[in-house]
Nanobody, 113 residues
Framework: VQLQASGGGLVQAGGSLRPSCAASGINFYMFNMGWYRQAPGKQRELVASITSGSTTNYVESVKGRFTISRDNAKNTVYLQMDSLRPEDTAVYYC????????WGQGTQVTVSS
């Protein structure tokens, strides 16, 4: 099983990024997918999730700014991040969950003020 995250980077406040996470070795369509983030000195938190049926959920701090989506044909989950703020700076991890949970390697997102 491999979850390959990419698409992070450095952006100014107010900008946008769209990380993606490509999965292999799993029946992707069966899995609930999530994006988590971990800032230095803080606990990892769930940012957004999307179920196998495409129901989405967001942490309050990103509602209206972030959009999670999935493409089952490409085994890929995306996180469209708009109106980025310096407090969004963190390593972003994707996760696949269906009985077992798998983690990707993380992608750094840095938002400068």
């Amino acid at each position: 099983v491999q979850l390959q995250a990419s698409g992070g980077g450095l952006v100014q406040a107010g900008g946008s990024l769209r990380p993606s996470c490509a999965a292999s070795g799993i029946n992707f369509y069966m899995f609930n997918m999530g994006w988590y983030r971990q800032a230095p000195g803080k606990q990892r938190e769930l940012v957004a999730s999307i179920t196998s049926g495409s129901t989405t959920n967001y942490v309050e701090s990103v509602k209206g700014r972030f959009t999670i989506s999935r493409d089952n044909a490409k085994n890929t989950v995306y996180l469209q991040m708009d109106s980025l703020r310096p407090e969004d700076t963190a390593v972003y991890y994707c996760s696949a969950n269906h009985i077992l949970r798998y983690w990707g390697q993380g992608t750094q997102v840095t938002v400068s003020s």
